[in-house]
């Protein structure tokens, strides 16, 4: 669909003054809550507090994406990690209920590895795994939070996350971005849909849909 020109200008330019005007006012004000859970994480986790993951981004180009730990780093007797679900520690659990694991992504939206508002950035090495219509997803920066994730999160299927994502790159807008700032306060009161049924994370997506590549 063919965007309206207010909303080509807000993604072209608008969106990343927003980004800025929001995050880096956030980040400070939140950096005595990320010192006192780095403090929490290293004591009952280990150092370091946070992790990098490599994520797909804009395009598709890689970027480290940042968060507080969650889990553990115990591994069995061959030396391989445990199951997530083994390593997922009450904090980490507390952490993603709260969304506070995701709070030093503040700093990849200042970077500009990330917007506010977005699909979700995966692993990097699902973008080779994408359909060409699940790679549209990949036409705006991802975000820390988005229409998918007001609209299910980890409880829908890769499917069902990947339409969403779509949906919302053909009708972005500030409008759009408001709403789901607005609509993701609420659910960070009232959460649910933190892990997939049965799963202490999301499963691994191996690629999926009638025109996969």
């Known amino acids: 669909m063919s965007p309206q020109p207010s909303s080509w200008f807000y993604a072209r330019?608008?969106?990343?003054?927003?980004?800025?005007?929001?995050?880096?006012?956030?980040?400070?004000?939140?950096?005595?809550?990320?010192?006192?859970?780095?403090?929490?994480?290293?004591?009952?986790?280990?150092?370091?507090?946070?992790?990098?993951?490599?994520?797909?981004?804009?395009?598709g180009q890689p970027f480290?994406?940042?968060?507080?730990?969650?889990?553990?780093?115990?591994?069995d007797a061959q030396g391989k990690?445990?199951?997530?679900?083994?390593?997922?520690?009450?904090?980490g659990q507390w952490l993603r209920k709260t969304s506070l694991d995701e709070l030093p992504q503040l700093w990849?939206?200042?970077?500009?590895?990330?917007?506010l508002v977005?699909?979700?950035?995966?692993?990097?090495?699902y973008v080779e795994r994408y359909s060409p219509t699940q790679a549209r997803r990949l036409d705006v920066r991802p975000g820390i939070t988005g229409w998918s994730q007001i609209n299910g999160r980890n409880a829908l299927?890769?499917?069902?996350?990947?339409?969403l994502d779509v949906w919302y790159v053909d009708h972005l807008c500030w409008r759009l971005d408001l709403t789901i700032l607005a609509a993701t306060v609420g659910r960070l009161m009232r959460p649910r849909g933190i892990s997939a049924d049965g799963e202490a994370t999301m499963k691994e997506f191996m690629g999926t849909g009638p025109d996969k590549r």
């Open 13 to 59: 330019t608008g969106k990343r003054c927003f980004d800025l005007a929001i995050a880096v006012p956030l980040l400070a004000f939140s950096l005595p809550v990320l010192g006192g859970i780095a403090l929490v994480v290293t004591v009952t986790m280990g150092w370091p507090p946070w992790f990098r993951q490599l994520r797909g981004g804009l395009a």
């Open 64 to 75: 480290w994406l940042l968060k507080f730990r969650s889990m553990t780093s115990a591994v």
């Open 81 to 91: 990690l445990l199951p997530d679900a083994q390593r997922l520690t009450r904090l």
């Open 108 to 115: 990849n939206v200042i970077r500009g590895d990330m917007s």
């Open 118 to 125: 977005g699909p979700r950035p995966l692993l990097h090495r």
């Open 157 to 163: 299927s890769w499917e069902e996350k990947f339409e």
